[in-house]
């Protein structure tokens, strides 16, 4: 059993480690002939090129990866993207037709709410592509085509490394949406996939600083709650970050957009709360660093423990940081597939030093096939 863990404790953290790989391996394949490919049988340029609006369906750690699609493709391929949570979706009157693209978002494949999803989705005509790490599952069976994430079985019941695969995958659908509807010249998609092929390699730095992340973790194992602060695409790794300390730790954990700070949780912060903030690159948008740089001050003032999670060397945090997390560079909308891994390994050293077995959390399964 420990062989098969490949010297970890729990899958999780073997899964945690193999996140470089998963990536890569979900690119493999993807570009081609200078163009971005999806699932070459089932949906053609001819298709992707009558898509008006996008819609992406998906539950849990899925419906995160969902919300961070959005950023891109409508970065991308300026088409309207919506993104619900699968159970909500199918019982709302959504509104699609046969230029609507829905992606169904699914490690397992059989999850019964995004299941469904997809059956009304096609009721309505729509088009559906599923996003699925397990090969033959009934969400891309019941799909017109599936692009698989090649992450390897999740053991783990809380998703990691299916995680940063899906965010992978969706920005294939974003690039491939953006290459047939001619919104990115073809030198910009080989680029942008370029980038992201070197994405991997920046995954493995960042877990080269786990230890860090384990030490800062040790030190708030049993505090009560923890808040997570993001804007941008640092909103939807925020929600994560919470949703892993929720689902391993059974601590209180809520993400928040930044900007609503002043809108309530702000109302929440006291003396000795830790809050994590997830910092914008200082090379990205300005306003998006300096708003953040802000609410790090707002807080910290109001007596709160900030773990900001920054790009190297970005010195303007450090007088607000109580704890700095580091990241490498990355262009904005790729920054969570590098964001995101902290927050993991410090829910998984949070559980453990609770004594909780990650990779079997309470009350929970890794495929919830019953609504
Ligand atoms: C369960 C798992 C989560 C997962 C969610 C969606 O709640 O514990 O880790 O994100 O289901 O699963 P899916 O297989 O559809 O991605």
Redesign the pocket.
Same mark, same amino acid.
């Given at each position: 059993a420990a062989a098969e863990k490949g010297g970890h404790d729990y899958f999780m953290l073997k899964e945690i480690q193999e996140q470089p790989q998963g990536v890569a391996d979900t690119l493999i394949g993807h570009f081609a002939h200078g163009k971005i490919v999806l699932d070459e049988q089932r949906l053609h340029d001819q298709e992707l090129r009558e898509v008006d609006k996008v819609f992406v369906v998906?539950?849990? &750690? =899925?419906y995160h990866a969902g919300l961070l699609a959005k950023y891109a493709i409508e970065h991308w391929t300026r088409l309207p993207v919506e993104v619900e949570l699968a159970s909500e979706f199918r019982y709302r009157d959504p509104v699609l037709d046969r230029s609507t693209l829905v992606v169904a978002? &699914?490690? =397992?494949? $059989?999850?019964a709410d995004?299941l469904e999803a997809v059956r009304h989705a096609k009721e309505q005509k729509a088009r559906v592509l599923a996003i699925c790490n397990t090969n033959g599952a009934q969400i891309p069976r019941e799909s017109d085509a599936v692009l698989y994430t090649r992450t390897g079985p999740e053991i783990g !019941? #809380? &998703?990691t490394k299916?995680f940063l695969a899906q965010i992978t995958a969706n920005f294939l659908v974003g690039l491939a949406l953006a290459q047939a509807r001619g919104t990115k010249y073809p030198d910009e998609v080989a680029r942008e996939f370029a980038e992201l092929e070197s994405m991997p390699k920046r995954v493995a730095q960042v877990l080269e600083s786990a230890d860090r992340v384990r030490e800062i973790a040790r030190q708030f194992a049993h505090v009560p709650t923890v808040l997570f602060l993001g804007r941008h695409v640092g909103y939807p790794v925020a929600l994560e970050g919470a949703l892993k300390l929720k $689902?391993l730790a059974y601590m209180h954990a809520e993400g928040f957009a930044a900007g609503e700070l002043k809108h309530g949780p702000i109302a929440l912060i006291e003396d000795g709360l830790p809050v994590f903030v997830v910092m914008p690159s200082p090379k990205g948008r300005a306003v998006l660093h300096s708003k953040l740089l802000s609410n790090i001050r707002e807080i910290q003032a109001r007596g709160a423990r900030t773990i900001v999670i920054a790009e190297e060397g970005d010195d303007t945090v450090r007088p607000f940081a109580d704890h700095l997390i580091e990241i490498p560079s990355a262009p904005t909308l790729y920054q969570p597939l590098l964001s995101t891994v902290p927050l993991q390994i410090f829910a998984a050293e949070v559980a453990q030093a609770r004594g909780y077995d990650v990779d079997k959390p309470r009350n929970? #399964?890794? =495929? !919830?096939t019953v609504e």
């Open positions: 998906a539950c849990g &750690s =899925s978002i &699914s490690q =397992s494949g $059989e999850t995004t !019941v #809380a &998703s299916a $689902e929970l #399964a890794k =495929s !919830v």
